[in-house]
């Protein structure tokens, strides 16, 4: 078998990165094998042993991408932001947006892989990962204070942020229930000092879809 390029070996391995970020937020990281990623890579299984040595080893670098593109996401509300307080606002709308309550759907990094690491062994490549993920988080939205007082700054994006993913895995666990939209909407409501969003009732249902 004739070996791969050296281009083709990055964009394989760029391949395998960015499917194990997408389904390990999707769907759980114990609820995918690394045959599902490469299946989804458009891989042979086979060959994932080239790229990375273990499962946990990817599931770090899938959370460090994960993180990577939340950081520019963030980066670009802030600077398209008139101020700081409005940067917060647009961090908050965009944390919170109504598709990112779908379960199904692969959001912010912090909430939907926290309960793989909370599970995870001490040792576990990724804890590290996420850690140094969260902490960075955290410093962004601190730089976006506005009294002068670091502590007192730090304290409020701490706040916002555990406001944020708190509100965002309730409304992800009581999905296609009208508490979802409300408990969100709330979140959206205290952070952004707008008055929460007013929903329709949902239609009621013989059963789940």
Same mark, same amino acid.
């Given at each position: 078998?004739?070996?791969?390029?050296?281009?083709?070996?990055?964009?394989?391995?760029?391949?395998?990165?960015?499917?194990?970020?997408?389904?390990?937020?999707? /769907?759980?990281?114990?609820?995918?094998?690394?045959?599902?990623?490469?299946?989804?890579?458009?891989?042979?299984?086979?060959?994932?042993?080239?790229?990375?040595?273990?499962?946990?080893?990817?599931?770090?670098?899938?959370?460090?991408?994960?993180?990577?593109?939340?950081?520019?996401?963030?980066?670009? /509300?802030?600077?398209?932001?008139?101020?700081?307080?409005?940067?917060?606002?647009?961090?908050?709308?965009?944390?919170?947006?109504?598709?990112?309550?779908?379960?199904?759907?692969?959001?912010?990094?912090?909430?939907?892989?926290?309960?793989?690491?909370?599970?995870?062994?001490?040792?576990?490549?990724?804890?590290?990962?996420?850690?140094?993920?969260?902490?960075?988080?955290?410093?962004?939205?601190?730089?976006?204070?506005?009294?002068?007082?670091?502590?007192?700054?730090?304290?409020?994006?701490?706040?916002?942020?555990?406001?944020?993913?708190?509100?965002?895995?309730?409304?992800?666990?009581?999905?296609?229930?009208?508490?979802?939209?409300?408990?969100?909407?709330?979140? /959206?409501?205290?952070?952004?000092?707008?008055?929460?969003?007013?929903?329709?009732?949902?239609?009621?249902?013989?059963?789940?879809?």
């Amino acid at each position: 078998m004739p070996r791969v390029s050296k281009a083709q070996a990055e964009a394989n391995h760029q391949a395998i990165e960015s499917a194990a970020s997408r389904l390990f937020r999707e /769907r759980g990281l114990n609820a995918v094998s690394v045959a599902d990623v490469m299946a989804e890579a458009g891989l042979t299984h086979g060959g994932f042993y080239a790229h990375y040595p273990s499962k946990d080893a990817l599931a770090a670098s899938a959370c460090d991408a994960a993180f990577a593109f939340a950081k520019e996401k963030w980066r670009r /509300r802030i600077d398209a932001a008139p101020s700081r307080d409005a940067a917060k606002v647009a961090i908050a709308d965009g944390y919170l947006k109504p598709a990112h309550c779908d379960p199904a759907v692969a959001t912010c990094p912090t909430a939907t892989l926290v309960t793989d690491v909370a599970r995870a062994a001490s040792d576990h490549p990724m804890r590290r990962v996420y850690l140094e993920g969260v902490r960075e988080q955290v410093e962004t939205l601190s730089k976006l204070g506005t009294t002068g007082d670091r502590k007192g700054d730090r304290a409020a994006a701490c706040v916002q942020l555990a406001t944020m993913m708190g509100a965002l895995l309730l409304a992800r666990a009581t999905h296609g229930d009208p508490l979802s939209d409300e408990i969100v909407s709330a979140a /959206r409501a205290h952070l952004t000092r707008r008055p929460p969003t007013k929903h329709a009732p949902r239609a009621k249902t013989g059963g789940s879809k």
